[in-house]
Every structure is written in structure tokens, then in C-alpha cells.
């Protein structure tokens, strides 16, 4: 069972925003289900809420709940000062700001939760999980990863109502993060944010404690499963060579007016040919000597796979897939 608490804030009295409710939102649609309609999170939002108690309460109640996986998602105003890093309530004040992100990762590393991620949008939000100026630490306990929109120095940048950080959460999350299965990974997600962020722009921070990377989401796999299932039968093993020739092409038939090479087209190397293919189109098999497949096949040479094609080749081999 997969439970999420998404947050969005954007009242504040004196510095409102215009994303952080709207982010919060696409985020919690997107959770609730997965690229196929099937049920993912079970989610609770919050929208505009008002008092630091409150908020405090419902976080608190939220990681002593029955589940496998809990997601924790705020956008909203961040804060740090010489006690530490805060997510700011509209009612802050000095040094009552609102939630301290030590109160946060207690509650997450006291939980019995298996997995917890926590995802910040807001500004400062890379200090969650480190030291105070007094030399406060907290641990990050096995089963949580932790990841923020900056650096704990950094402002979190809104552009035309959204933020930029959750912008790419929610591009990612639609497909953009996805591995070739179709699995969404906290790691993968960070992996998607990082490279499309350049280098002077806000840094995304990434921080975990785990032993396996927890599935956000999966969405339509890239190559059908089933597809994918046939790498051990067209390779013995992962470093042989599949042989090719004229009749792998489709088009090299007497019926299509062109130069046609014996063999001439034979139907059940055409359908291995065009799973080849779609397994060339993203990444896992590339054809030897020749810089296309279709003239590996009419030229009588060969395909084999990459080193990524050699790691699901594994996957396959082992029942993972």
C-alpha cells in the first residue's frame, strides 16, 4: 500500500506565491494513478493551510500510518536561520517560522514505514538532512530519501505560476524519469532533474538511505515486456552475436518493386527483425559493422547488444522481468 501527503501553500500575508498550490495539485493527480489507470498513491492534499499546529499535526498523524511507501510533497516558502531550516506556515513569525525540517526527518526516521520519501519545493530546501550552525545532526535512517528543489543556500525559482523544480518532477513523472520498463525511481527522477538543470541554475539535491530504489510510478514501457522477454531467446548469452540476412527485411520482397536479394523476406524473421528493432530504438542492441539495421540485414551482417542491452539481458535471464 502507497499513501502521499502532498502540500501546496500559496497565502502567505507577505510574500504570496502562485505555483505552490497548482504544483501540488498536478503532483497529487499524477500519484493517484499510474500511465496504464492503474491505482498508485492513495493521497491526501492540502491546500492553503493555515496554522503551523495544524500542519505540524497532519504530518505527524501521516507517518504513523499503516503503509509500505509514504510520500511527503511540499511547495511552498522554505527558511533557514541560525536554528535551522523550516517550511514557513502563513502564520511564521520570528523565530516561530513554522516546521523545522529536523521535526520532519524525526518523524520519518521514527516511523515504521519501510520507505519514506520526502520531496521540498522550496527555497533553502537542500538543508533538510544536514547539520545546524550549532552542530545539530540528525541521521537519515535506513528507508528514506530526501529530495529537494536547492541547495540549503539557494533561493527555489517560480516561473509562469510554477515552480521550476516541480515542473521537471511532473515531467519526469509522466514518462520523462521512466527507465525502459516503464519504472519511475526516486533515483531516476533526480537522475531527469539534474541533467535538465544546467550548471549556474538551481541545484537539485538528492540524499537517501536504502537498500532498493522504490517504484514512484510506472508508465507504458518503452518496448512491450514481452518484447523485452525475448533477449535470452534471440541471445544465447549476452555477449553472442545474432546473425542476419536479406530475409530479416520486410521490404526485401517480390511484391514491393526493388532490387530484391535472395533470401527473400520470410515472415517469422521479419516479426524477430522488427522486435530487434524497437530494442535497437532504445539502446539495448546496435548492428555490427553497418551504421543502420536494415543494411545489417540485407548486407548478411549481424546486431548485438550494448552494455545497457547486456544488464536487461540479466534482468530477464534471472525471471526480474
Known amino acids: 500500500m502507497k499513501k502521499a501527503l502532498i502540500i501546496g501553500i500559496n497565502k502567505y500575508p507577505t510574500a504570496p506565491l502562485k505555483g505552490a498550490v497548482n504544483d501540488a495539485y498536478t503532483i497529487s493527480e499524477l500519484l493517484k494513478v499510474n500511465g496504464n489507470d492503474t491505482t498508485n498513491f492513495e493521497v491526501i492534499s492540502l491546500y492553503d493551510i493555515e496554522t503551523r499546529s495544524e500542519l505540524l499535526t497532519k ?3 501521516f507517518f504513523e500510518v499503516n503503509c509500505d511507501m509514504a510520500l511527503l510533497y511540499f511547495a511552498g516558502h522554505g527558511y533557514v536561520n541560525e536554528l535551522g531550516g523550516f517550511i514557513v506556515t502563513p502564520d511564521h513569525k520570528k523565530y516561530d517560522e513554522g516546521i523545522a525540517m529536523h521535526d520532519i526527518l524525526n518523524f520519518a526516521n521514527r516511523s515504521k514505514i519501510r520507505n519514506k520519501i520526502i520531496i521540498l ?19 537519515i535512517k535506513t528507508g528514506t530519501t530526501i529530495l529537494t528543489a536547492s541547495r540549503e543556500n539557494e533561493p527555489a525559482k517560480e516561473i509562469n505560476g510554477h515552480g521550476v523544480f516541480t515542473n521537471l518532477v511532473i515531467e519526469g513523472l509522466k514518462g520523462g524519469a521512466a527507465d525502459i520498463r516503464g519504472h519511475i525511481s526516486p533515483g531516476g527522477l533526480y537522475a531527469y532533474i539534474d541533467q535538465a538543470l544546467g550548471a549556474h541554475e538551481q541545484r537539485p539535491v538528492f540524499k537517501t538511505n536504502v537498500t532498493e530504489f522504490v517504484e514512484l510510478r510506472s508508465v507504458v514501457p ?4 514481452n518484447i523485452l522477454r525475448k533477449l535470452p531467446t534471440y541471445f544465447n548469452s549476452p555477449n553472442d552475436d545474432f546473425k542476419l540476412n536479406p530475409s530479416f527485411e520486410d521490404t526485401n520482397s517480390i511484391d514491393i518493386p526493388h532490387n530484391v536479394i535472395e533470401p527473400h523476406a520470410d515472415q517469422k524473421n521479419v516479426s524477430i527483425f522488427k522486435d530487434l528493432q524497437k530494442l535497437e530504438g ?22 548485438r547488444l550494448t552494455s545497457l542491452g547486456h544488464h536487461y539481458w540479466r534482468l530477464v535471464n534471472e525471471g526480474r522481468i
Open 282 to 303: 532504445v539502446g539495448l542492441v546496435v548492428p555490427v559493422g553497418e551504421e543502420h539495421m536494415y543494411y545489417a540485414a540485407m548486407r548478411s551482417k549481424a546486431c
Open 59 to 61: 504530518i505527524s498523524d
Open 222 to 225: 518503452q518496448v512491450p515486456l
Open 121 to 139: 519545493d522550496c527555497c533553502k530546501s537542500g538543508h533538510f538532512g544536514t547539520a545546524t550552525d550549532n552542530g545539530s545532526v540528525m541521521e
